[in-house]
């Protein structure tokens, strides 16, 4: 880690996770690299080796702070809205996932890639962030759901969270792959990603 003061190094990694975000708009994962994320930074491409290894470090370093922004977005809600009805919280916690596509396409993938890329320090700090989403959500079935069993929020974690993988894929397709599954005959219900969401809350909840 270089020299400096701990604000100087905070701002420099989100520069870096910054610009990987900016290019993974319109590039994919394996386009871009470090040299790439570098270019649009305001310090040297050999700076960066300072902060992250690789390339999957800087990716999984985004997916934590998406998971993180996540967080704050369901802490908000839990503040603000101290009740609601089970079917209020369902919308409301498709709502939070719609505004976080970047969350919902880094996971759906690469995310072996970049665990696997990474150094133990790094992906413990993801795995955190991690945990937290899991325990945030949790709070809000208790917090929503309060005639829910311990068991029952236990089940909807196991189920829900995988099925977060599927979603990005399943909602945002090219007009490439829309001509491909027409040229297929296959009968296919395009939905949005609160559609999709939404109803599968409302499945695991039986609302």
Not at 109 to 120: L, V
Not at 136 to 142: G, N, P
Not at 176 to 193: F, P, W
Request: glycine share 2%; hydrophobic share 40%; aromatic share 12%.
């Amino acid at each position: 880690m270089p020299k400096g003061s701990e604000k100087l190094t905070k701002a420099r990694r989100e520069e870096i996770i910054s610009a990987c975000e900016k290019l993974y708009e319109t590039m994919n994962f394996k386009d871009i690299t470090i040299k790439e994320i570098g270019s649009i930074t305001s310090f040297t491409r050999t700076s960066i080796y300072n902060y992250f290894s690789t390339k999957e470090e800087i990716f999984l370093a985004l997916l934590q702070r998406e998971y993180e922004l996540w967080i704050e977005q369901l802490q908000r809600l839990r503040r603000d809205r101290k009740t609601m009805e089970p079917l209020e919280f369902a919308e409301a916690l498709a709502h939070s996932l719609e505004s976080r596509k970047t969350l919902l396409k880094l996971m759906s993938m690469n995310h072996y890639d970049m665990e696997e890329n990474s150094r133990i320090e790094r992906l413990t700090e993801f795995k955190r962030a991690y945990g937290r989403s899991l325990d945030e959500v949790e709070l809000c079935l208790k917090q929503y759901v309060p005639e829910m069993t311990k068991e029952a929020r236990k089940e909807f974690l196991f189920s829900f969270f995988p099925f977060m993988y599927g979603i990005y894929p399943y909602t945002i397709v090219s007009d490439k792959q829309r001509t491909a599954m027409e040229l297929a005959e296959v009968d296919y219900v395009y939905m949005t990603i609160f559609e999709i969401t939404f109803a599968e809350i409302r499945k695991l909840l039986n609302i």
